[in-house]
């Protein structure tokens, strides 16, 4: 299989309206606010287009549909979670940190919990979470790379990474704005395109179903309905549960979105954004489901590699293009869907799938990237370490963040740890039960207090991190309870945290001394909607 003019061409030309992007706005980040938070001047469709492709990232184009492929049709419920969870943003924080109007991500802690330290504090989970994002987004990219151009994984890593690194250095938030809008669109017209051709292709949605039994009888198989379930993972409801509340409540809490509620124009801009990112992102999973439904039988019937000697499925052809393309760590499965749409042999199908692709993978690394150059200048190293550089050169210093963050990030994507849906769900489960308590309950909750945030933060990041990276390694899979043994009890990504988290945080603020009077009033009953 060699490179298609075609697929090339449309990869072109979309890399062309994003230079074009942040060509033409570079002139708009002019100033911090600019920079920073696209001078508050975002309208909703813009913003929710722009909030779709930033939270969806690869480990939904990508890692949804290799999931469903890897456990089969139950896995769908995840996708139900994640765009059910996106109402709960409006009504438990969007319109309130819009009023509040930060800048930066832990700005708010800062105030709600009056102490300049909870920035540091705060900050050590984003930049877990963020760097994951960013190094999984820069797989995607150079994922979609080696479709387009079939060249070494290696190779396309690096050009994912310079892409990424170009349009987020000249535009800052402007930039990563206007260019995440269109990707949004982008990534939904693709995923649905491609599961119209894979309709297409069986001649409607019950010959498909048919041929997807034929290959895998198991597919639909949900617990305890049947005697053998999809996968072992799909094998309890805590399975299927677990996958549902990982991403559930993440829209709310998750910084790379909270943020995108900072460039809207005012609150109900920023609760109609949350409508237009439910639109795409919903179109998108939508497609998606299908594809990732009919990848195996599509590969294993259609693919070129099956022709090759030794290759009897689908794994198999994908083990095939690892040797072939040096692919690195555990990224060859996220390549299913790729495979898939490439199995139709259709260079028009594969130019969309890969725009979409690069664009939802290109916009969740400018989006994490955004967040974490504004963490590590202008709140580390200016508001935490006082340095008047970044109040003197905010541009400058962000700009030097994006390159530190791009290099360790692409460093790390050559030989990446997990599957980009595993790192997803890694970086939720640390931000969801370490900031994410601190964050819903400092506004809606007066007991919320400094000792109970700083306490749950710290803790639950240790053991939220603990737990996965030892499930990952040690049972082999991070869907594993940490305390048992392989094969025990289905914790997807360890999601119990979550809750544990919420509790504990609780727990602490009913025991410890609350905050004063008038912070509670500033940073909690103000920011509420008005009754």
């Not at 969870?85 to 802690?109: E, H, N, Q, V, W």
């Not at 992102?281 to 693919?303: F, K, N, P, Q």
Request: include cysteine; aromatic fraction near 14%; hydrophobic fraction near 55%.
């Amino acid at each position: 299989m060699g490179a298609n003019p075609v697929v090339i061409v449309g990869a072109l030309i979309y890399f062309a309206i994003m230079i074009a992007i942040g060509y033409f706005t570079r002139k708009a980040a002019l100033n911090a606010s600019d920079y920073y938070v696209a001078g508050r001047k975002v309208g909703s469709f813009i913003n929710g287009a722009a909030l779709a492709s930033t939270y969806l990232s690869p480990a939904s184009f990508l890692g949804l549909p290799a999931f469903i492929f890897l456990l089969g049709y139950p896995f769908w419920w995840a996708l139900v979670g994640i765009i059910g969870g996106m109402p709960i943003a409006t009504l438990l924080t969007a319109a309130p940190l819009r009023k509040y109007a930060p800048t930066s991500f832990t700005d708010y802690y800062a105030d709600r919990y009056d102490t300049k330290w909870m920035r540091l504090i705060a900050g050590v989970p984003t930049i877990i979470a963020g760097f994951a994002y960013v190094t999984l987004s820069i797989v995607g990219t150079a994922l979609f790379m080696l479709a387009i151009l079939k060249l070494n994984y290696n190779v396309s890593v690096v050009i994912g990474a310079l892409v990424v690194f170009v349009y987020v250095f000249y535009g800052g938030m402007v930039a990563t704005t206007w260019s995440a809008a269109f990707q949004g669109v982008t990534m939904a017209v693709a995923a649905v395109v491609g599961a119209l051709y894979t309709i297409a292709h069986f001649g409607g949605i019950n010959p498909m179903t048919e041929a997807i039994l034929s290959v895998s009888p198991n597919f639909f198989n949900a617990p305890y309905v049947n005697e053998k379930p999809s996968s072992a993972l799909m094998g309890m409801w805590t399975g299927i549960v677990g996958f549902y509340f990982t991403w559930h409540f993440g829209f709310a809490a998750m910084p790379y979105t909270v943020v995108r509620f900072f460039t809207a124009q005012d609150i109900k801009s920023a609760r109609r954004s949350v409508f237009w990112a439910i639109f795409f992102g919903g179109s998108m999973y939508v497609g998606l489901i299908i594809i990732g439904s009919a990848a195996r039988v599509l590969i294993e019937t259609l693919h070129p590699y099956m022709s090759v000697e030794g290759v009897k499925d689908a794994m198999g052809v994908l083990k095939h293009m690892k040797g072939v393309y040096g692919v690195g760590g555990a990224a060859v499965t996220d390549y299913s869907m790729i495979a898939a749409m490439e199995a139709l042999k259709s260079p028009f199908l594969l130019a969309v799938i890969c725009a979409g692709g690069l664009a939802i993978a290109m916009s969740t690394a400018a989006g994490w990237i955004m967040v974490l150059n504004v963490l590590l200048g202008r709140d580390l190293i200016g508001k935490v370490f006082g340095s008047k550089w970044p109040e003197e050169k905010p541009v400058q210093v962000t700009r030097i963040m994006t390159i530190i963050v791009t290099t360790i990030c692409t460093i790390v994507a050559f030989s990446p740890p997990a599957l980009v849906l595993d790192i997803s769900g890694a970086a939720f489960i640390v931000i969801l039960c370490s900031v994410g308590p601190p964050l819903v309950l400092g506004i809606w909750w007066d007991k919320a207090n400094t000792t109970a945030a700083i306490t749950n933060i710290i803790v639950m990041t240790v053991l939220s991190t603990f737990s996965w990276m030892y499930a990952n390694s040690k049972l082999g899979s991070a869907h594993w309870f940490f305390l048992s043994k392989k094969g025990g009890l289905v914790t997807p990504h360890q999601f119990y945290w979550v809750f544990v988290g919420f509790i504990f945080f609780i727990l602490l603020s009913l025991v410890t001394k609350p905050n004063s009077p008038e912070v509670v009033k500033k940073y909690s009953y103000d920011l509420r909607p008005e009754t």
